[in-house]
Nanobody
Framework: QVQLVESGGGLVQPGGSLRLSCAASGITFSVYAMGWYRQAPGKQRELVARISSGGTVEYADSVKGRFSISRDDAKNTVHLQMNSLKPEDTAVYYC???????????WGQGTQVTVSS
């Protein structure tokens, strides 16, 4: 059974920081590309950051220079360090695991991030 469990969300003031974590089980973590997506009320889910199995990273333009994604294959975890948070970063953040070669794609349940004073 595949599980992706996010943690680390919460309420933070503008300019603050949060670190999201996603713990994966039931998959061969090292072969999966791992990503963080977010969905704000009334908007479509969008890619925030993604890290390939080989460590190549990509970011949405809106978070470049503020967010950093990393992975620990020994612990089957992926992290998203979010700095200089803005109110527009408010959303539910979802962890994603994708193995394109097999067509496998899994989602976590999401964690709420609220940036407000």
């Amino acid at each position: 059974q595949v599980q992706l469990v996010e943690s680390g969300g919460g309420l933070v003031q503008p300019g603050g920081s949060l670190r999201l974590s996603c713990a994966a089980s039931g998959i061969t973590f090292s072969v999966y590309a791992m990503g963080w997506y977010r969905q704000a009320p009334g908007k479509q889910r969008e890619l925030v950051a993604r890290i390939s199995s080989g460590g190549t990273v990509e970011y949405a333009d809106s978070v470049k220079g503020r967010f950093s994604i990393s992975r620990d294959d020994a612990k089957n975890t992926v992290h998203l360090q979010m700095n200089s948070l803005k109110p527009e970063d408010t959303a539910v953040y979802y962890c994603n695991a994708e193995w394109t070669r097999r067509g496998n794609n899994y989602w976590g349940q999401g964690t709420q991030v609220t940036v407000s004073s």
